[in-house]
């Protein structure tokens, strides 16, 4: 497997033979290690095993020479061994990371990925990490988008989600602020590596696991112009980019699910008939809309999710009733925890205000769950 565009700035002008030659020596190097199965360690460069039949485990040492062994258990990896070191002004060693989705050439069994962003209306995934206090990295849990559903190569742009960092580093690029995504506080950083923009979110103290949805990053970067709703998401990864040392590191739990339009209304946040009301008071610079969310299909809908777009210029500063998140562009509007489900005929209100500028106008549609609603 070839390394990350990210992670090997030295390796993205190599020929296409090299490219081709690389790739090989990732589908050679690829074992399986089965639910129930006896632990493999893996210390080939680029090295992978598959975990219960729909995960895949990469050691991916890409830059440096020192040798690097990841064992693989049945829900993750260790670090077995990690030697060397390189500045930490500059790039990480490796990457050793489990994903689903596709990532060089390399899928996962049964990914439903790639997935068109705006047919995606949940990604829930959840990671526990195990940390080491000896070493110099950081805990990163990577989300892949590009433009045209590639299963190769280089992606347009990489959400990276930092869950702990030790030691003197950074991400790519600079703070351009902070956020609440998820529920959580970050960091949010934004570059480029000459390859492809970075989107980065930084706890402020490190979270050892946590449970959420990845479209939650995903619409934080089109609404910041880094992807589009018609993007694809490619892949999603849970591992360390170690800069010294970093054996013991481990991730011990990791999974990923992808809930598309096309899904049975028996599963969690399907979609269903909808139809919003979106009543707004205006004055000059400032607004407030109180939405109706009704569900007009014969089943409820649990852990509903009502999303849109706020037109330029308007953000949010106060909601009720509902999290909605973030304050501007492409918003997720998340039922309160004492209100998760929306029964067959039944609807949920909230409201929030805001700011805008120039003249105002709302938003131009909505979909609850993926599916799109009317509107009365």
Known sequence: MQPSPHRAPTL?????????????????ATTAAPAGAADTTICEQYGTATIQDRYVVQNNRW????EQCVTVTGTGFQVSQADGSVPTNGAPKSYPSVFNGCHYTVCSPGTALPA?????????????????????????????????????????TEIMIWFDR?????????????ATVGGRSWEVWSGGNGSNDVLSFVAPAAVDSWSFDVMDFVRQAVSRGLAGSDWYLTSVQAGFEPWQNGA?????????????????????????????????????????ADVRVGNTGPAPVDDWRLAF??????QITHAWNASVTPA???????GPDHAPRIAAGGSQTFGFQGTYSGTFTEPAGFTLNGTACTTA
């Open 63 to 66: 830059g440096t020479s020192a």
């Open 248 to 288: 013991g590191l481990s991730v011990d739990a990791f999974s990923s699910a992808i809930v598309t339009g096309g899904e049975e209304p028996t599963d969690p946040g399907t979609p269903a008939a909808c139809e919003v009301t979106y009543s707004t008071q205006v004055w000059p610079g400032g607004f407030t």
């Open 12 to 28: 993205r002008g190599l020929l296409g033979a090299l490219l081709m030659a690389l790739s090989l020596i990732a589908v050679l």
């Open 166 to 178: 030790v030691g003197p580093i950074q991400p790519i690029g600079s703070q351009v602020g902070t």
């Open 328 to 334: 501007t562009g492409a918003v997720t509007v998340r």
């Open 116 to 156: 068109r962003v705006d047919g995606i209306s949940s990604a829930p995934s959840s990671v526990s990490y195990g940390f080491v206090d000896d070493a110099v990295y950081n805990a990163s849990y990577d989300i892949w988008l590009d433009p045209t559903p590639r299963t190769d190569g280089v992606n347009r």
């Open 309 to 314: 777009t706020l037109p330029s210029g308007q």
